[in-house]
């Protein structure tokens, strides 16, 4: 079991957990790639080759036949990435496996294994001594980073084999309030004939408490009854242009949608993070109590 969590040397403020691990990655063909969709005539694998028509990704530099679970993703149906459905000339941004094939006939050709991605947010409320950590324990399968946020190197603090431990850390810098992606990478699911890659995206959502106490004071923002036994109301003089979201214990996004001037909501027996963004910027946080 693996989690992040945002401290100041003293508080836990957040904690997320995902579930990971370990086994060093290293050395595979993993690459993020932009491009557009395509329809094309599928390769020979034989002399007797059959002719269809297959998915592929046409980028400035090559053309890959895109593939799921290893097999060739069929022109007759519907090309599903990330949850969206594409077109043909859809212009998509995929993580993928590279690898180089051959026809029969000896002519090269180039696939694409889709990676599953999974996309988590984490908040991180701003001042000069917090920081992010992303904790994961790890059993018979890794984790590495694979893409750096922007506006923050992401560190390894720790990879402790003997532990089963991964440890790495965000700090933002002094002047940056925003939103920024850190991309890990993991092998969990792999077998000895098949090794199986999935991504783990993170927006950070960089913001300070200027912002918060702004809002707080501006818009008569009021959470009742909190502690709960199931149901919330979420009353603000002011939504307009607001987004809230609701995130449950481990960080998964559980509810989420435009703020309403009286909003009601359900919940089960739990904790919860409820936050409130004005165009991707936090301007506040609250825990959520539901009792039986």
């Not at 992401?154 to 002094?174: E, F, H, R, V, W």
């Amino acid at each position: 079991m693996g989690y992040c969590k945002l401290h100041n040397m003293r508080n836990l403020i957040l904690i997320l957990a995902i579930f990971f691990s370990y086994n060093l990655i290293n050395g595979q063909d993993i690459i993020q790639t932009s491009g557009r969709v395509k329809l094309i005539g599928n390769p020979c694998l034989d002399e007797t080759c059959l002719p269809g028509i297959v998915w592929s990704l046409e980028t400035d530099t090559a053309s890959y036949i895109l593939t799921e679970n290893h097999d060739w993703i069929w022109g007759d149906n519907p090309l599903i990435i990330y949850g969206i459905e594409h077109f043909e000339n859809d212009s998509i941004n995929i993580y993928g496996q590279f690898s180089i094939k051959q026809e029969w006939d000896g002519e090269k050709f180039y696939e694409l294994e889709v990676l599953n991605k999974e996309q988590r947010d984490t908040i991180i409320v701003k001042n000069s001594t917090l920081t992010l950590e992303f904790v994961f324990e790890i059993f018979e399968c890794g984790i590495n980073v694979f893409k750096h946020p922007e506006n923050q190197s992401i560190s390894q603090l720790d990879y402790n084999i003997g532990l089963d431990t991964a440890i790495y850390t965000y700090k933002p810098k002094l002047d940056f309030v925003g939103i920024d992606t850190v991309v890990f990478l993991t092998d969990c699911g792999s077998t000895p004939d098949n090794m199986y890659f999935e991504i783990i995206e993170y927006l950070i959502q960089v913001t300070d408490f200027t912002k918060i106490n702004n809002f707080m004071n501006d818009n008569n923002f009021q959470i009742f009854p909190n502690p709960s036994t199931g149901f919330i109301n979420i009353m603000s003089n002011n939504h307009k242009g607001l987004d809230f979201r609701i995130y449950n214990s481990i960080g998964q996004t559980i509810n989420q949608g435009k703020l309403k001037q009286d909003l009601q909501l359900d919940l089960k027996q739990g904790i919860y993070i409820l936050t409130i963004l004005d165009k991707y910027q936090l301007v506040y946080r609250q825990k959520i109590v539901i009792n039986e």
